[in-house]
């Protein structure tokens, strides 16, 4: 098994269940991928970036069951947002059924006209009615989101200020790049299919504190995780894989080998020949990358109270408030969880940030601190001990219209070779979840040529009465 983010482990983790021995190598010197946070040389824990998950993502919610992480999760059935004028807004659950549950809270939403509400129920409408596949999207492949939403009449304030703040970070692409149905997927299981899709869960270890118990669920069933074992080649003969070679020169074999490495890794392990000829590699060459921006900034005092923001109209998209995040038990902390320390650390996520990869890092902090300084006032009296910017230009794969088509199977043309990631054909844009079902099934596929055909991938969250009412309405 090559890779060790959340595809590698997930799908390692379930064979090793099914009475597989895995041999899990990983070229870093710790497991989670992308997923995962690392030591400063100072001895802080930093996330490679906050990573937060939805209620209708069910097969990470069944790995981190798997490997006893689920209560390192922290979930909130409250949406906070904020504005530059500093308003509140707050989007929760009320008794009313599903696709109607979020829409009292949504009524009483700052920020937004009653033009804006109008017309996002008219497409929620749609998008219920369908459940989650307007016919304009079944008949016409490769609409972008942005289209999809001006085709359904939908106002300026309401794009910039509702679908655009939910769906660049689901999908981590802007809306004109984004395929629509995509975008749709996300409001359908989300919000409207099943009263706890919408509900947040953000991580209250760092990030590298989740896998602690994939090594053990491997390594119980007689399976190995090698750390700093990078794979250099992919050897191939008749079809098959023969070997494996690792950068240090050694050689490994086994029954089924599974490559849970970025799509743009894996041609360069294969032989050249076998990356050009056979279209399930060439084609990875399609996909394209969107980037992601971090920001970090310690402050000498509490200047947020909230456990996070998510920001409309500005380039911040959310402001996480790690102190309170990884808040200690209650003995060691002050009002509100905070740690009793009286600094704060705040981080800062911005998707599909185009504009700021061009930008140097001081102008990037300057910028987001002065967006801060309008959500959080008590930022104003504030001393910024430090601040550091993230640049992950080519985070995750852009979920563009058409991507679909280069997007393969976890079973590749190699007879005991299958293939893991994200970026494999999912049906869910690059998220962790994606990363999960994709370990999920390309484990299904390696139990099925094993003999043992089981079933691993977890349903979606029932779609409940009223959705299922509308739907056949
Ligand atoms: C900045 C950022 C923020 C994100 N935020 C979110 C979020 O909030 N919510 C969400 O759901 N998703 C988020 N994502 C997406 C999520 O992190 C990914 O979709 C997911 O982690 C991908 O997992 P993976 O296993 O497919 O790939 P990866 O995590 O990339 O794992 C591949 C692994 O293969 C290893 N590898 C590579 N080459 C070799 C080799 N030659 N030999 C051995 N090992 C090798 C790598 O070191 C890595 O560990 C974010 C991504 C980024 C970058």
């Known amino acids: ?35 995962t946070s690392y030591w400063l040389p100072n001895g802080e824990h930093v996330d490679n970036c906050q990573h937060v998950t939805l209620g209708c993502c069910t097969n990470l919610d069944d790995f981190y069951r798997r490997v006893g992480a689920a209560h390192k999760i922290r979930t909130y059935d409250r949406l906070l947002f904020a504005d530059a004028a500093g308003h509140r807004g707050v989007i929760e ?52 989101m942005l289209d999809w939403l001006r085709r359904h009449g939908q106002t300026p304030g ?15 692409e802007q809306l004109g790049r984004a395929d629509a149905r995509y975008g749709v997927d996300v409001f359908w299981k989300g919000f409207l299919a099943n009263r706890n899709g919408f509900r947040l869960g953000i991580p209250s270890v760092p990030l590298g504190e989740l896998y602690d118990g994939c090594r053990a669920a491997i390594e119980r069933r007689r399976g190995e995780v090698d750390l700093r ?24 074999t086994a029954d089924f080998y599974l490559a849970a490495v970025p799509h743009d890794v894996l041609p360069a ?41 998510t920001v409309l109209g500005q380039t911040t998209q959310w402001i996480f408030n790690k102190s309170q995040l990884y808040a200690m038990p209650a003995e060691q902390t002050g009002q ?50 430090k601040a550091t910017v993230i640049k ?10 058409g991507c679909d088509r280069w997007r393969p199977a976890q079973r590749s043309p190699l007879g005991n070779l299958f293939l893991g990631g994200d970026w494999t ?44 009412w509308l739907v056949g309405a």
Request: proline residues 8%.
């Open 425 to 468: 054909a999912t049906g869910w844009p690059a998220t962790m979840e994606g990363a999960v079902r994709s370990g999920y099934l390309a484990a299904e596929a390696i139990l099925a040529v094993a003999g043992d055909p089981r079933k691993l991938l977890q349903p979606d969250l029932p779609v409940e009465r009223g959705s299922r």
């Open 229 to 252: 074992a990078g794979v250099r080649e992919i050897h191939v003969a008749e079809d098959y894989v023969a070997c494996i070679r690792l950068e240090n020169g050694k050689e490994l």
């Open 158 to 172: 309401s794009i910039e200020l509702f679908w655009s703040v939910v769906l660049v970070s689901a999908l981590d």
């Open 336 to 385: 509100n969880g905070e740690p009793s320390s009286s600094g704060q650390y705040l981080q800062l996520v911005i998707s599909a940030s185009y504009d700021l990869v061009p930008r140097s890092r001081q102008e990037i902090i300057e910028l987001c601190r002065r967006e801060l300084l309008e959500i959080l006032p008590a930022v104003r009296e504030a001393q910024l001990l």
């Open 392 to 401: 992950e230009t080519a985070a995750t794969f852009s979920p563009e219209p």
């Open 1 to 35: 098994m090559i890779g060790g983010g959340l595809a590698g482990l997930s799908s390692g983790v379930a064979l090793a269940e099914a009475g597989l021995r895995v041999h899990l190598l990983e070229k870093r010197p710790h497991l989670g991928g992308r997923a």
């Open 269 to 309: 392990l294969l032989p050249p020949a076998v990356a050009e000829r056979e279209p399930v590699f060439a084609n990875l060459r399609h996909l394209r990358t969107a980037p992601i921006t971090g920001v970090h900034f310690w402050f000498d005092r509490l200047v947020m109270s909230e456990p996070y923001l």
């Open 93 to 144: 659950a009320s008794p009313l059924a599903p696709p109607f549950h979020l829409a009292p809270s949504f009524a009483m939403f700052p920020s937004l006209t009653w033009a804006d509400k109008r017309a996002i129920a008219r497409a929620m409408l749609i998008i219920a009615r369908s459940g989650g596949r307007p016919r304009d999207l079944d008949s016409e492949g490769g609409m972008t």
